[in-house]
């Protein structure tokens, strides 16, 4: 018998079809909000419109007072006016008994005009001007001194007035978790926020009387939390032993998750994210456990935002078109995105003509009437698409791109969605947290807001922006009044 010849091996990708047309499931439809149906939002107020849900919002904020009023006997609540300022979700938040929590002059004023007084504002940032300060100072704001020159400028006021000013210090902690925050406060490990609350004591009239630590945003781990009491409650002793005045409270920030999935995150967020329960038990056990037996526990201050907002938002939106996308290495794409994938060639399935990503690398896309200017959040999270009506196929893998101009306006790589056709509507969710405050009339007008109501009805809490709100600032210089020989509409500056 002849000698086979010799084949140099090689690892090649297999590509193969789905064994099962089901493993995308079935995506749930949400044509009601709060018992206000979908299409009847977009009929009246037009797309694409945030929603808010005020059962919603009331329900967070009572859960976390809940789970932390459990385990520790005095905790207040702020809200953290950077994740929404809406004066309607923030008023909803105060109605619930929480302060405002500001990290600048504009939130401060914001806060100031929703009629909440100064003394129930916790002022923190790392840029505050004097004026800002001394207004603060005036109405009792509690400021959280972020840096050295901040020291200095509060210390001058201090003299100034005569008088002794309380305030509170940012520190940051080494979790072990993630990177350190070090661009805000003062470092606890190097002993630089100890050496700063001794020098202030004995060479200013500051009186540093709590201790402020925000360990970072989207926390999964609520041991971090457990970290960051232990350090800021040890500090706080030693500064009492160095013969500083004793702190009345520790605000360990915010951070806490919302049920958001991170891009490349393998557990749904129901598995996740950690409860209020847990942030509480992990705050709550160690500061108990560092602090001097028989002594009153000092106050502790929450700043928590996105778990509070975050699943009470939803944006509707239709599509406006429908594509079909060529991918020439699905699990490649998929992977990039860090969003996994089935790898090699999609299965090609459902019924109605439905035509999905195959051998070839074709896969269904639809373009939507909002864009990632209105969804930032999209750059670190994968938002849930829903479909507002019953479908009428199954699902397959889809392709959502945004209605801007950018190659970059991706708003998912990869969601289980049924045939769309132009007009039909789907739901975004959860978006409540930073969208707002983040988002920007770039291409287009940024949307209306309503929040559906305890009450049953659905009320505008901001209207669709103009043209004239993107010009009203806008002042056009006399010389170029004119275009090729003709006035041009606009505000002139004849100065």
């Excluded at 400028?153 to 350190?180: F, I, P």
């Excluded at 669709?464 to 606009?490: K, Q």
Aim: proline share 5%.
């Amino acid at each position: 018998m002849s000698k086979q010849p010799y084949i140099v091996p090689a690892i090649r990708r297999v590509s193969q079809s789905s064994a099962n047309p089901q493993r995308l499931g079935r995506t749930p439809v949400i044509d009601v909000i709060d018992g206000v149906p979908v299409a009847g939002l977009l009929a009246r107020f037009g797309g694409p419109l945030f929603v808010f849900s005020e059962a919603g919002l009331r329900a967070k904020i009572r859960d976390a007072k809940r789970a932390f009023a459990a385990v520790y006997p005095d905790v207040t609540f702020a809200w953290s006016y950077k994740t929404n300022y809406l004066d309607a979700v923030c008023r909803v938040f105060h109605q619930e008994g929480s302060m405002a929590e500001v990290v600048s002059g504009f939130e401060y004023e914001k806060a100031r005009a929703n009629g909440v007084p100064g003394a129930r504002i916790i002022f923190n940032g790392p840029y505050k001007t004097t004026a800002e300060l001394r207004r603060a100072v005036d109405e009792g704001a509690m400021i959280q001194v972020d840096n050295r020159d901040e020291v200095v400028a509060l210390a001058r006021l201090a003299a100034e007035m005569d008088r002794d000013l309380k305030v509170g210090m940012r520190v940051h902690v080494d979790t072990g978790t993630h990177a350190v925050w070090s661009k805000f406060g003062f470092s606890v490990e190097g002993g630089e926020a100890l050496r700063m609350i001794r020098w202030m004591t004995e060479n200013t009239r500051l009186r540093v009387c709590g201790l402020h630590c925000h360990v970072g945003t989207f926390m999964l781990d609520a041991g971090a939390y457990a970290t960051a009491a232990r350090a800021v409650t040890e500090l706080a002793l030693e500064a009492e032993e160095a013969g500083c005045p004793p702190v009345s409270y520790l605000n360990l920030g915010g951070g806490f998750a919302s049920r958001a999935r991170l891009h490349g995150q393998y557990l749904p967020p129901e598995q996740a994210t950690p409860s209020f329960d847990d942030y509480a038990r992990e705050l709550s056990g160690t500061i108990k456990d560092c602090w001097p037996q028989g002594r009153t526990l000092p106050k502790l201050y929450l700043e928590t935002g996105r778990a509070l907002v975050d699943e009470a938002g939803y944006l509707l939106a239709s599509v406006v078109a429908v594509k079909q996308r060529t991918v020439k290495d699905a699990g490649a794409a998929l992977a990039a995105y860090g969003k996994g994938g089935a790898g090699g060639a999609l299965a090609a399935y459902g019924k109605g003509g439905s035509v999905v990503a195959a051998v070839g690398g074709r896969r269904n896309a639809v373009v939507l009437d909002a864009g990632i200017q209105i969804l930032y959040t999209t750059a670190w999270y994968q938002p849930s698409i829903y479909p507002a009506a019953e479908p009428r196929t199954g699902v397959q893998p889809t392709t959502v791109y945004g209605c801007l101009c950018m190659n970059i306006d991706v708003i998912r790589e990869e969601a289980a969605l049924p045939d769309l056709r132009p007009g039909d509507a789907v739901v975004i969710h959860p978006v409540g947290a930073y969208n707002i405050t983040q988002s920007m009339q770039f291409i287009s007008y940024r949307p209306a807001v309503v929040m559906v109501g305890t009450d049953g009805h659905a009320h505008l809490i901001r209207r669709r922006e103009t043209l004239e709100d993107v010009r009203g600032p806008e002042v056009v210089p006399g010389f170029l009044s004119e275009i090729n020989g003709t006035a041009g509409e606009a505000r002139v500056d004849r100065q």
